[in-house]
Protein backbone atom coordinates (compact mmCIF):
# COMPACT_ATOMS: atom_id res chain seq x y z
CA UNK A 1 0.00 0.00 0.00
CA UNK A 2 2.87 2.17 0.76
CA UNK A 3 4.32 1.74 -2.54
CA UNK A 4 0.59 2.57 -4.58
CA UNK A 5 0.62 5.49 -2.31
CA UNK A 6 3.81 6.83 -3.70
CA UNK A 7 3.96 5.79 -7.10
CA UNK A 8 0.60 7.81 -7.37
CA UNK A 9 2.56 10.95 -5.90
CA UNK A 10 1.49 10.54 -2.33
CA UNK A 11 3.69 11.55 0.42
CA UNK A 12 0.86 12.42 2.72
CA UNK A 13 -2.76 11.34 4.01
CA UNK A 14 -5.11 12.89 6.49
CA UNK A 15 -6.94 11.13 9.28
CA UNK A 16 -8.56 10.32 12.36
CA UNK A 17 -6.95 7.62 14.66
CA UNK A 18 -9.30 4.82 15.51
CA UNK A 19 -8.74 0.90 16.74
CA UNK A 20 -9.48 -0.71 13.44
CA UNK A 21 -6.88 1.32 11.54
CA UNK A 22 -4.24 1.13 14.47
CA UNK A 23 -2.38 -1.71 12.11
CA UNK A 24 -2.55 0.88 9.35
CA UNK A 25 -1.22 3.82 10.61
CA UNK A 26 1.48 1.67 11.95
CA UNK A 27 1.95 0.08 8.66
CA UNK A 28 1.64 2.85 6.36
CA UNK A 29 3.38 5.81 9.24
CA UNK A 30 7.24 4.05 7.94
CA UNK A 31 7.18 6.35 4.96
CA UNK A 32 4.28 8.57 4.78
CA UNK A 33 3.00 11.65 6.86
CA UNK A 34 -0.69 10.88 8.44
CA UNK A 35 -2.05 14.11 9.33
CA UNK A 36 -4.13 14.05 12.27
CA UNK A 37 -7.63 16.49 11.23
CA UNK A 38 -10.33 17.53 14.04
CA UNK A 39 -12.68 15.07 12.73
CA UNK A 40 -13.41 12.96 9.87
CA UNK A 41 -14.90 15.23 7.37
CA UNK A 42 -12.64 17.74 7.91
CA UNK A 43 -10.18 15.24 7.22
CA UNK A 44 -12.08 13.77 4.13
CA UNK A 45 -12.37 17.77 3.07
CA UNK A 46 -8.48 17.82 2.98
CA UNK A 47 -7.47 14.68 1.09
CA UNK A 48 -10.10 16.55 -1.50
CA UNK A 49 -8.07 19.62 -1.58
CA UNK A 50 -5.07 17.48 -1.51
CA UNK A 51 -6.45 16.00 -4.97
CA UNK A 52 -6.51 19.58 -6.70
CA UNK A 53 -3.41 20.55 -5.74
CA UNK A 54 -1.34 16.77 -6.29
CA UNK A 55 -3.85 15.48 -8.51
CA UNK A 56 -4.19 12.17 -5.96
CA UNK A 57 -6.21 13.02 -2.31
CA UNK A 58 -5.85 10.05 0.60
CA UNK A 59 -7.99 9.75 3.43
CA UNK A 60 -7.97 7.28 6.28
CA UNK A 61 -10.25 6.34 9.25
CA UNK A 62 -11.17 4.07 11.48
CA UNK A 63 -14.41 1.28 10.71
CA UNK A 64 -17.82 3.06 9.59
CA UNK A 65 -18.00 5.48 12.88
CA UNK A 66 -14.94 6.77 11.20
CA UNK A 67 -15.35 6.16 7.64
CA UNK A 68 -19.21 7.10 7.18
CA UNK A 69 -18.72 10.80 8.19
CA UNK A 70 -16.31 11.40 4.95
CA UNK A 71 -19.80 10.70 3.04
CA UNK A 72 -19.95 14.63 2.45
CA UNK A 73 -16.67 15.08 1.35
CA UNK A 74 -16.61 11.77 -0.66
CA UNK A 75 -20.04 13.59 -2.28
CA UNK A 76 -17.86 16.54 -2.76
CA UNK A 77 -15.05 14.54 -4.74
CA UNK A 78 -17.89 12.45 -7.00
CA UNK A 79 -19.39 15.76 -7.48
CA UNK A 80 -16.06 17.66 -8.56
CA UNK A 81 -14.12 14.88 -10.16
CA UNK A 82 -11.34 14.37 -7.42
CA UNK A 83 -9.48 11.02 -7.68
CA UNK A 84 -9.31 10.54 -3.34
CA UNK A 85 -8.58 7.69 -2.04
CA UNK A 86 -10.68 6.90 1.22
CA UNK A 87 -9.11 4.38 3.25
CA UNK A 88 -10.80 2.63 6.29
CA UNK A 89 -10.18 -0.19 8.56
CA UNK A 90 -12.44 -3.09 9.03
CA UNK A 91 -12.68 -5.60 11.51
CA UNK A 92 -10.84 -8.74 10.92
CA UNK A 93 -11.67 -11.31 8.40
CA UNK A 94 -11.83 -13.96 11.60
CA UNK A 95 -14.21 -11.36 13.52
CA UNK A 96 -17.04 -11.12 10.85
CA UNK A 97 -19.73 -13.36 11.93
CA UNK A 98 -23.24 -13.29 13.35
CA UNK A 99 -21.75 -11.37 16.55
CA UNK A 100 -22.21 -7.62 16.39
CA UNK A 101 -19.02 -5.70 16.85
CA UNK A 102 -18.84 -2.19 18.18
CA UNK A 103 -18.98 0.57 15.27
CA UNK A 104 -21.55 -1.74 13.65
CA UNK A 105 -25.01 -0.17 12.72
CA UNK A 106 -27.11 -2.34 14.54
CA UNK A 107 -30.12 -1.90 16.00
CA UNK A 108 -30.84 -4.30 19.47
CA UNK A 109 -34.07 -5.74 17.82
CA UNK A 110 -31.75 -6.59 14.30
CA UNK A 111 -31.39 -10.95 13.77
CA UNK A 112 -28.74 -10.14 11.84
CA UNK A 113 -25.33 -7.96 12.25
CA UNK A 114 -24.56 -5.70 9.45
CA UNK A 115 -21.04 -5.39 8.30
CA UNK A 116 -21.29 -3.89 4.63
CA UNK A 117 -23.00 -0.28 5.50
CA UNK A 118 -20.30 1.58 4.78
CA UNK A 119 -19.32 -0.20 1.49
CA UNK A 120 -23.22 0.44 0.73
CA UNK A 121 -22.90 3.93 1.33
CA UNK A 122 -20.12 5.09 -0.24
CA UNK A 123 -21.37 2.64 -3.42
CA UNK A 124 -24.77 4.88 -3.12
CA UNK A 125 -22.64 7.89 -4.31
CA UNK A 126 -21.66 5.77 -7.53
CA UNK A 127 -18.07 5.19 -6.31
CA UNK A 128 -16.00 2.11 -6.69
CA UNK A 129 -15.67 0.21 -3.30
CA UNK A 130 -14.18 -2.82 -1.79
CA UNK A 131 -13.08 -5.08 1.39
CA UNK A 132 -9.88 -6.19 0.21
CA UNK A 133 -9.46 -9.88 0.73
CA UNK A 134 -6.75 -12.05 2.32
CA UNK A 135 -5.53 -15.80 1.28
CA UNK A 136 -9.13 -17.79 1.06
CA UNK A 137 -7.28 -21.52 1.26
CA UNK A 138 -3.40 -22.65 1.68
CA UNK A 139 -1.81 -22.25 -1.61
CA UNK A 140 -4.20 -19.77 -2.79
CA UNK A 141 -2.37 -16.64 -3.78
CA UNK A 142 -3.45 -13.53 -1.83
CA UNK A 143 -3.75 -10.60 -4.52
CA UNK A 144 -4.63 -7.66 -1.94
CA UNK A 145 -1.92 -5.58 -2.89
CA UNK A 146 -2.94 -6.22 -6.33
CA UNK A 147 -6.69 -5.03 -5.83
CA UNK A 148 -5.27 -2.09 -3.73
CA UNK A 149 -3.44 -0.96 -7.11
CA UNK A 150 -5.92 -1.46 -9.49
CA UNK A 151 -8.80 0.47 -7.49
CA UNK A 152 -6.06 3.43 -6.91
CA UNK A 153 -5.43 3.13 -10.81
CA UNK A 154 -9.41 3.56 -11.63
CA UNK A 155 -9.33 6.62 -9.24
CA UNK A 156 -6.60 8.26 -11.29
CA UNK A 157 -8.02 7.35 -14.43
CA UNK A 158 -11.06 7.93 -13.94
CA UNK A 159 -10.81 11.04 -11.88
CA UNK A 160 -13.35 9.73 -9.30
CA UNK A 161 -12.98 8.79 -5.49
CA UNK A 162 -12.77 5.24 -4.39
CA UNK A 163 -13.71 3.45 -0.65
CA UNK A 164 -11.68 0.53 -0.03
CA UNK A 165 -11.56 -1.44 3.44
CA UNK A 166 -8.49 -3.25 4.55
CA UNK A 167 -9.56 -6.23 7.54
CA UNK A 168 -6.96 -5.21 10.28
CA UNK A 169 -5.60 -8.65 10.26
CA UNK A 170 -4.68 -8.06 6.56
CA UNK A 171 -2.13 -5.22 7.02
CA UNK A 172 0.89 -7.68 7.86
CA UNK A 173 0.02 -10.48 6.17
CA UNK A 174 2.25 -11.64 2.95
CA UNK A 175 0.76 -10.43 -0.62
CA UNK A 176 1.93 -10.92 -3.74
CA UNK A 177 4.70 -8.43 -4.59
CA UNK A 178 3.97 -5.58 -7.25
CA UNK A 179 6.04 -4.76 -10.54
CA UNK A 180 4.80 -1.49 -10.79
CA UNK A 181 4.91 0.44 -14.27
CA UNK A 182 7.46 2.69 -15.02
CA UNK A 183 5.30 5.99 -14.25
CA UNK A 184 1.90 6.62 -14.12
CA UNK A 185 1.81 7.43 -18.03
CA UNK A 186 2.43 4.04 -18.48
CA UNK A 187 -0.70 2.78 -16.45
CA UNK A 188 -2.18 0.43 -18.88
CA UNK A 189 -5.27 0.96 -21.21
CA UNK A 190 -4.64 5.56 -20.08
CA UNK A 191 -4.06 6.16 -24.20
CA UNK A 192 -6.54 7.30 -26.63
CA UNK A 193 -8.57 4.77 -28.12
CA UNK A 194 -11.30 6.90 -29.83
CA UNK A 195 -10.51 7.50 -34.05
CA UNK A 196 -11.29 10.95 -36.08
CA UNK A 197 -7.97 12.84 -34.56
CA UNK A 198 -7.29 14.18 -37.86
CA UNK A 199 -10.58 14.89 -38.94
CA UNK A 200 -11.63 16.82 -36.00
CA UNK A 201 -8.41 18.90 -35.96
CA UNK A 202 -8.58 19.72 -39.57
CA UNK A 203 -12.22 20.95 -38.75
CA UNK A 204 -11.01 23.46 -36.20
CA UNK A 205 -8.42 24.75 -38.56
CA UNK A 206 -10.78 25.14 -41.73
CA UNK A 207 -13.00 27.39 -39.05
CA UNK A 208 -10.13 29.65 -37.87
CA UNK A 209 -9.28 30.10 -41.31
CA UNK A 210 -12.88 31.67 -41.84
CA UNK A 211 -12.79 33.26 -38.61
CA UNK A 212 -12.04 36.62 -37.51
CA UNK A 213 -12.28 36.54 -33.66
CA UNK A 214 -12.09 33.25 -32.28
CA UNK A 215 -12.49 32.59 -28.56
CA UNK A 216 -11.38 29.34 -26.65
CA UNK A 217 -13.76 28.52 -23.59
CA UNK A 218 -12.22 26.19 -20.87
CA UNK A 219 -14.07 24.13 -18.83
CA UNK A 220 -12.94 22.66 -15.23
CA UNK A 221 -12.14 19.37 -16.78
CA UNK A 222 -8.71 20.49 -17.06
CA UNK A 223 -7.74 21.37 -13.66
CA UNK A 224 -6.24 17.81 -12.91
CA UNK A 225 -4.44 17.56 -16.43
CA UNK A 226 -1.37 19.95 -16.54
CA UNK A 227 -0.37 18.66 -19.73
CA UNK A 228 -3.89 19.75 -21.77
CA UNK A 229 -3.37 22.76 -19.73
CA UNK A 230 -0.31 23.74 -21.04
CA UNK A 231 -1.26 22.71 -24.56
CA UNK A 232 -4.49 24.80 -25.16
CA UNK A 233 -2.60 27.53 -23.50
CA UNK A 234 0.27 27.21 -26.02
CA UNK A 235 -1.65 26.77 -28.90
CA UNK A 236 -3.59 30.15 -27.76
CA UNK A 237 -0.08 31.90 -27.56
CA UNK A 238 1.14 30.67 -30.83
CA UNK A 239 -1.79 31.75 -32.87
CA UNK A 240 -3.11 34.72 -30.47
CA UNK A 241 -6.11 33.43 -29.74
CA UNK A 242 -8.04 35.11 -26.53
CA UNK A 243 -9.85 32.67 -23.98
CA UNK A 244 -11.86 32.42 -21.19
CA UNK A 245 -13.18 30.09 -18.81
CA UNK A 246 -16.14 28.73 -17.47
CA UNK A 247 -16.84 30.23 -13.74
CA UNK A 248 -15.94 26.61 -12.26
CA UNK A 249 -12.45 26.96 -14.08
CA UNK A 250 -11.96 30.31 -12.79
CA UNK A 251 -8.11 30.12 -11.35
CA UNK A 252 -6.57 27.60 -13.63
CA UNK A 253 -5.15 30.62 -15.52
CA UNK A 254 -2.89 34.14 -14.66
CA UNK A 255 -5.94 36.59 -15.43
CA UNK A 256 -3.26 39.13 -16.14
CA UNK A 257 -2.22 37.56 -19.26
CA UNK A 258 -2.55 39.07 -22.09
CA UNK A 259 -5.14 36.37 -23.83
CA UNK A 260 -7.19 36.11 -20.97
CA UNK A 261 -10.48 37.40 -20.89
CA UNK A 262 -10.98 36.23 -17.10
CA UNK A 263 -13.89 33.12 -16.23
CA UNK A 264 -16.79 34.35 -17.84
CA UNK A 265 -20.94 33.46 -17.11
CA UNK A 266 -23.09 35.76 -19.05
CA UNK A 267 -24.85 38.98 -17.57
CA UNK A 268 -22.98 38.11 -13.75
CA UNK A 269 -19.59 38.56 -15.77
CA UNK A 270 -17.02 41.16 -14.29
CA UNK A 271 -14.26 40.88 -16.81
CA UNK A 272 -13.01 43.23 -19.42
CA UNK A 273 -13.12 40.79 -21.69
CA UNK A 274 -17.03 40.25 -21.41
CA UNK A 275 -17.55 42.97 -24.31
CA UNK A 276 -15.17 40.82 -26.49
CA UNK A 277 -17.18 37.64 -25.87
CA UNK A 278 -21.10 39.19 -26.30
CA UNK A 279 -20.13 41.65 -29.11
CA UNK A 280 -17.00 40.20 -31.69
CA UNK A 281 -16.79 36.40 -31.54
CA UNK A 282 -17.10 34.77 -34.51
CA UNK A 283 -15.93 30.84 -33.72
CA UNK A 284 -15.66 29.37 -30.45
CA UNK A 285 -13.89 25.79 -29.20
CA UNK A 286 -15.09 25.17 -26.15
CA UNK A 287 -12.44 22.71 -24.26
CA UNK A 288 -13.29 20.04 -21.61
CA UNK A 289 -16.73 21.90 -20.39
CA UNK A 290 -18.91 20.19 -18.63
CA UNK A 291 -21.39 17.14 -19.79
CA UNK A 292 -24.20 19.15 -19.07
CA UNK A 293 -24.83 22.55 -18.58
CA UNK A 294 -25.78 23.45 -15.00
CA UNK A 295 -27.45 26.48 -13.68
CA UNK A 296 -24.82 28.60 -12.18
CA UNK A 297 -21.99 27.79 -13.96
CA UNK A 298 -23.73 28.99 -17.35
CA UNK A 299 -25.65 31.82 -15.72
CA UNK A 300 -27.97 30.46 -13.70
CA UNK A 301 -30.36 29.73 -16.75
CA UNK A 302 -31.14 33.19 -16.90
CA UNK A 303 -30.44 32.97 -21.18
CA UNK A 304 -28.22 35.53 -21.01
CA UNK A 305 -24.69 33.56 -21.46
CA UNK A 306 -23.67 33.73 -25.42
CA UNK A 307 -21.99 30.75 -25.41
CA UNK A 308 -23.92 28.35 -24.56
CA UNK A 309 -26.10 28.05 -27.81
CA UNK A 310 -23.60 29.72 -29.91
CA UNK A 311 -24.29 28.63 -33.38
CA UNK A 312 -20.55 28.34 -34.58
CA UNK A 313 -18.96 25.87 -31.94
CA UNK A 314 -16.67 23.20 -31.78
CA UNK A 315 -17.23 20.78 -28.92
CA UNK A 316 -14.09 19.45 -27.36
CA UNK A 317 -15.53 17.65 -24.72
CA UNK A 318 -12.85 14.87 -24.07
CA UNK A 319 -14.03 11.45 -24.15
CA UNK A 320 -10.49 9.28 -23.57
CA UNK A 321 -9.29 8.64 -20.32
CA UNK A 322 -7.17 11.23 -19.00
CA UNK A 323 -8.66 13.35 -21.98
CA UNK A 324 -5.63 11.78 -24.38
CA UNK A 325 -8.09 12.33 -27.27
CA UNK A 326 -7.84 15.93 -27.03
CA UNK A 327 -3.84 15.84 -26.54
CA UNK A 328 -3.54 14.71 -29.33
CA UNK A 329 -6.01 17.21 -31.02
CA UNK A 330 -3.79 19.94 -29.94
CA UNK A 331 -0.67 18.50 -30.50
CA UNK A 332 -2.20 18.60 -34.28
CA UNK A 333 -3.35 21.81 -34.21
CA UNK A 334 0.11 23.26 -33.12
CA UNK A 335 1.61 21.79 -35.76
CA UNK A 336 -0.54 23.84 -38.61
CA UNK A 337 0.37 26.60 -40.38
CA UNK A 338 -2.60 28.61 -39.77
CA UNK A 339 -1.31 32.68 -39.48
CA UNK A 340 -1.43 33.94 -35.99
CA UNK A 341 -4.69 36.28 -35.82
CA UNK A 342 -4.37 39.66 -35.20
CA UNK A 343 -7.11 41.26 -32.94
CA UNK A 344 -7.56 44.96 -32.52
CA UNK A 345 -8.28 44.75 -28.34
CA UNK A 346 -5.49 42.27 -27.80
CA UNK A 347 -3.12 44.52 -30.01
CA UNK A 348 -3.44 47.41 -28.25
CA UNK A 349 -2.92 45.09 -24.64
CA UNK A 350 -0.01 43.72 -26.04
CA UNK A 351 2.06 45.52 -28.73
CA UNK A 352 1.41 48.61 -26.39
CA UNK A 353 2.19 47.45 -23.65
CA UNK A 354 -1.13 48.43 -21.96
CA UNK A 355 -2.22 46.99 -19.50
CA UNK A 356 -6.45 47.48 -20.11
CA UNK A 357 -7.26 45.59 -16.45
CA UNK A 358 -5.15 48.16 -14.80
CA UNK A 359 -6.66 51.24 -16.87
CA UNK A 360 -10.21 50.45 -15.83
CA UNK A 361 -9.14 50.00 -12.46
CA UNK A 362 -7.11 53.33 -12.42
CA UNK A 363 -10.39 55.57 -13.71
CA UNK A 364 -12.23 53.75 -10.81
CA UNK A 365 -10.55 53.58 -7.54
CA UNK A 366 -11.97 53.46 -4.75
CA UNK A 367 -12.73 55.87 -2.01
CA UNK A 368 -10.81 54.42 0.95
CA UNK A 369 -12.72 56.16 3.79
CA UNK A 370 -15.84 54.48 2.47
CA UNK A 371 -16.65 51.16 4.68
CA UNK A 372 -15.10 47.88 3.43
CA UNK A 373 -18.45 44.92 2.29
CA UNK A 374 -18.84 42.34 0.19
CA UNK A 375 -19.67 45.24 -2.41
CA UNK A 376 -16.22 46.37 -3.02
CA UNK A 377 -14.01 43.26 -1.17
CA UNK A 378 -13.07 41.74 -4.84
CA UNK A 379 -11.92 45.56 -6.49
CA UNK A 380 -9.81 45.94 -3.13
CA UNK A 381 -8.11 42.43 -2.94
CA UNK A 382 -7.27 43.05 -6.56
CA UNK A 383 -5.88 46.58 -6.16
CA UNK A 384 -3.51 44.79 -3.39
CA UNK A 385 -2.99 41.54 -5.23
CA UNK A 386 -1.29 44.36 -8.89
CA UNK A 387 0.30 46.10 -5.81
CA UNK A 388 2.22 42.65 -4.37
CA UNK A 389 4.71 40.83 -5.25
CA UNK A 390 2.95 38.11 -3.75
CA UNK A 391 0.79 35.70 -5.33
CA UNK A 392 -2.59 35.51 -3.39
CA UNK A 393 -4.33 31.75 -3.35
CA UNK A 394 -7.67 32.57 -2.36
CA UNK A 395 -9.83 30.21 -1.10
CA UNK A 396 -13.47 31.37 -0.64
CA UNK A 397 -15.98 29.32 1.51
CA UNK A 398 -19.83 28.68 0.20
CA UNK A 399 -21.95 31.62 0.58
CA UNK A 400 -21.83 34.75 -0.40
CA UNK A 401 -17.80 35.11 0.09
CA UNK A 402 -18.17 32.50 -2.62
CA UNK A 403 -19.79 35.12 -5.26
CA UNK A 404 -17.79 38.05 -3.81
CA UNK A 405 -14.94 36.06 -5.09
CA UNK A 406 -15.71 35.73 -8.59
CA UNK A 407 -14.27 39.47 -9.73
CA UNK A 408 -11.47 38.89 -8.19
CA UNK A 409 -8.54 38.74 -10.89
CA UNK A 410 -6.39 36.37 -10.07
CA UNK A 411 -2.04 35.67 -10.79
CA UNK A 412 -0.55 32.57 -11.64
CA UNK A 413 0.22 30.12 -8.97
CA UNK A 414 3.15 27.62 -8.65
CA UNK A 415 0.34 25.65 -7.15
CA UNK A 416 -1.06 25.40 -10.89
CA UNK A 417 -4.82 27.16 -9.44
CA UNK A 418 -5.03 30.25 -7.39
CA UNK A 419 -9.10 29.84 -6.54
CA UNK A 420 -9.69 27.19 -4.92
CA UNK A 421 -13.22 25.94 -3.97
CA UNK A 422 -16.10 23.51 -4.49
CA UNK A 423 -18.17 25.24 -7.02
CA UNK A 424 -20.40 22.06 -8.64
CA UNK A 425 -21.16 20.48 -4.83
CA UNK A 426 -20.97 23.94 -2.45
CA UNK A 427 -20.18 22.13 0.48
CA UNK A 428 -20.03 24.68 3.46
CA UNK A 429 -17.03 23.80 5.92
CA UNK A 430 -14.14 23.37 3.41
CA UNK A 431 -12.29 26.11 3.33
CA UNK A 432 -9.93 25.68 6.33
CA UNK A 433 -9.41 21.96 5.06
CA UNK A 434 -8.56 23.72 1.66
CA UNK A 435 -6.04 26.20 3.10
CA UNK A 436 -4.50 23.99 5.25
CA UNK A 437 -3.63 21.76 2.72
CA UNK A 438 -2.26 24.97 0.21
CA UNK A 439 -0.35 26.41 3.33
CA UNK A 440 1.59 22.98 3.77
CA UNK A 441 2.29 23.15 0.17
CA UNK A 442 3.08 26.52 0.10
CA UNK A 443 5.68 25.77 2.97
CA UNK A 444 7.00 22.50 1.91
CA UNK A 445 7.83 24.34 -1.44
CA UNK A 446 9.55 26.92 0.03
CA UNK A 447 6.79 29.31 -1.87
CA UNK A 448 6.58 32.68 -1.29
CA UNK A 449 2.79 32.96 -1.92
CA UNK A 450 0.03 33.37 0.67
CA UNK A 451 -3.06 31.71 1.35
CA UNK A 452 -5.91 33.97 1.49
CA UNK A 453 -9.46 32.07 2.96
CA UNK A 454 -12.76 34.56 2.31
CA UNK A 455 -15.16 33.57 5.09
CA UNK A 456 -18.41 34.85 6.49
CA UNK A 457 -18.69 33.65 10.01
CA UNK A 458 -21.61 30.90 9.60
CA UNK A 459 -18.85 28.81 7.89
CA UNK A 460 -15.85 30.01 9.96
CA UNK A 461 -17.46 28.97 13.48
CA UNK A 462 -18.43 26.01 11.38
CA UNK A 463 -14.72 24.73 10.86
CA UNK A 464 -12.72 26.97 13.36
CA UNK A 465 -11.53 23.74 15.35
CA UNK A 466 -9.20 23.26 11.88
CA UNK A 467 -7.20 26.39 13.14
CA UNK A 468 -5.23 24.14 15.46
CA UNK A 469 -3.49 22.92 13.06
CA UNK A 470 -2.03 25.76 11.35
CA UNK A 471 -0.35 26.03 14.98
CA UNK A 472 0.63 22.69 14.82
CA UNK A 473 1.97 22.68 11.00
CA UNK A 474 3.67 26.54 11.79
CA UNK A 475 2.27 27.53 8.41
CA UNK A 476 1.08 30.61 7.52
CA UNK A 477 -2.82 32.32 6.14
CA UNK A 478 -4.74 35.19 6.55
CA UNK A 479 -8.75 34.68 6.66
CA UNK A 480 -11.00 37.36 6.04
CA UNK A 481 -14.09 37.03 8.13
CA UNK A 482 -17.25 39.13 6.80
CA UNK A 483 -19.10 39.04 9.66
CA UNK A 484 -22.38 39.69 9.57
CA UNK A 485 -23.91 37.71 12.63
CA UNK A 486 -26.14 35.72 10.23
CA UNK A 487 -26.28 32.46 7.09
CA UNK A 488 -27.20 35.06 4.71
CA UNK A 489 -27.14 33.78 1.51
CA UNK A 490 -30.51 32.02 1.36
CA UNK A 491 -31.82 33.66 3.94
CA UNK A 492 -36.00 33.90 3.42
CA UNK A 493 -36.79 34.73 6.89
CA UNK A 494 -36.02 36.18 10.25
CA UNK A 495 -36.19 32.71 12.17
CA UNK A 496 -33.55 31.83 14.66
CA UNK A 497 -32.18 28.81 12.44
CA UNK A 498 -30.19 31.61 10.67
CA UNK A 499 -28.64 33.38 13.50
CA UNK A 500 -25.32 31.75 13.51
CA UNK A 501 -23.60 34.18 15.80
CA UNK A 502 -23.74 36.12 18.47
CA UNK A 503 -23.02 39.99 18.81
CA UNK A 504 -20.67 39.24 22.23
CA UNK A 505 -18.85 36.69 20.23
CA UNK A 506 -14.80 37.92 20.20
CA UNK A 507 -13.47 36.36 17.42
CA UNK A 508 -10.13 38.31 18.49
CA UNK A 509 -9.83 35.99 21.95
CA UNK A 510 -10.27 32.97 19.88
CA UNK A 511 -7.46 33.66 17.00
CA UNK A 512 -5.27 34.51 20.14
CA UNK A 513 -5.47 30.87 21.27
CA UNK A 514 -4.23 29.73 18.64
CA UNK A 515 -1.24 32.35 18.54
CA UNK A 516 -2.30 34.39 15.96
CA UNK A 517 -2.74 38.21 15.23
CA UNK A 518 -6.13 39.69 14.66
CA UNK A 519 -7.73 43.44 13.99
CA UNK A 520 -11.08 44.81 13.01
CA UNK A 521 -11.14 47.01 9.90
CA UNK A 522 -14.20 49.75 9.33
CA UNK A 523 -12.83 51.34 6.17
CA UNK A 524 -11.20 50.40 3.19
CA UNK A 525 -7.86 52.12 3.76
CA UNK A 526 -7.99 50.44 7.43
CA UNK A 527 -8.27 47.18 5.23
CA UNK A 528 -5.81 47.36 3.00
CA UNK A 529 -3.09 48.41 5.70
CA UNK A 530 -4.38 45.61 7.77
CA UNK A 531 -3.77 42.87 4.47
CA UNK A 532 -0.41 44.05 3.91
CA UNK A 533 0.80 43.32 7.41
CA UNK A 534 -0.21 39.89 7.35
CA UNK A 535 1.81 39.15 3.92
CA UNK A 536 4.94 38.34 5.22
CA UNK A 537 3.53 38.09 8.58
CA UNK A 538 3.78 34.32 10.35
CA UNK A 539 0.92 32.03 11.65
CA UNK A 540 -2.76 32.62 11.55
CA UNK A 541 -3.94 36.40 10.86
CA UNK A 542 -8.04 37.32 10.53
CA UNK A 543 -9.03 40.06 9.47
CA UNK A 544 -12.37 41.35 10.99
CA UNK A 545 -15.05 42.66 8.81
CA UNK A 546 -18.09 43.88 10.07
CA UNK A 547 -20.39 43.32 6.99
CA UNK A 548 -24.09 44.71 6.90
CA UNK A 549 -26.59 42.27 5.51
CA UNK A 550 -27.99 44.91 3.32
CA UNK A 551 -28.66 44.68 -0.43
CA UNK A 552 -26.77 47.67 -1.55
CA UNK A 553 -23.63 46.04 0.32
CA UNK A 554 -23.82 42.53 -1.61
CA UNK A 555 -21.58 41.89 -4.49
CA UNK A 556 -22.82 42.83 -8.15
CA UNK A 557 -23.19 38.97 -8.40
CA UNK A 558 -25.37 38.28 -5.50
CA UNK A 559 -27.28 41.45 -6.35
CA UNK A 560 -28.15 39.99 -9.75
CA UNK A 561 -29.09 36.75 -8.53
CA UNK A 562 -30.96 38.00 -6.05
CA UNK A 563 -32.92 40.44 -8.50
CA UNK A 564 -33.04 37.55 -10.67
CA UNK A 565 -35.18 35.00 -8.07
CA UNK A 566 -37.17 37.99 -7.45
CA UNK A 567 -38.05 37.96 -11.49
CA UNK A 568 -38.43 34.64 -11.67
CA UNK A 569 -41.10 34.96 -8.58
CA UNK A 570 -43.04 37.31 -10.24
CA UNK A 571 -42.07 40.57 -8.37
CA UNK A 572 -43.32 43.43 -10.77
CA UNK A 573 -40.36 45.59 -9.70
CA UNK A 574 -37.67 42.80 -10.27
CA UNK A 575 -39.35 41.38 -13.52
CA UNK A 576 -38.89 45.41 -15.17
CA UNK A 577 -35.60 46.06 -13.47
CA UNK A 578 -34.49 42.35 -15.20
CA UNK A 579 -35.41 42.85 -18.17
CA UNK A 580 -33.47 46.26 -18.77
CA UNK A 581 -30.96 44.57 -17.52
CA UNK A 582 -30.32 41.97 -20.42
CA UNK A 583 -32.32 43.37 -23.23
Not at 129 to 144: C, T, Y
Amino acid sequence: MREVINFFGGSSIYGVGGDFAANLIAALGEDIDIFPSSNEMHAGFSACAQAEISGMGFCLTTYMVGSLPCTSAAALAVTESLPVVFISGAPAESEVNQLAIHHTIHPNASWKAEYDNALEAFSALGMRVERLQGQRLAGHPNIAGQRFYQIVAEAYKSKQPVFIEVPRDQVFAKTQPLKLPQDVDHICCGGNVLGGTDLVAQSIIEKLKQAKHPLLYIGDRLKHNSELKNLVIAFANQFNIPYATTWFAKGLFDETASLCLGAYNGVFSQTVGRDYIENDIDYVIDVATSIFSQDCNVAFATGTHVIEKFANKTLLKGGSLLEKDLIEIFNRLLESDMPRFNIEVLVNKVEQGVDVNKQQRLLSTIDETTDIDFNNLAKTLNELQQQSQKTHVYLPEVGNSYFASYSLEVKASKLGRSWITNPWYGAMGTALPYARVIAQHIKAQGNTERAVVIIGDGGFHFQSNELIHFLKDQTNVTIIYMRNNIFHLGKSGDGKIYHCNDEQFNVHHLVSAYQGQSQTCQSVADFKKAFINTENAVGINLIEVLAKPIEERQSNELQLLNLYIKSKNGNPEAVSKWQEITQ
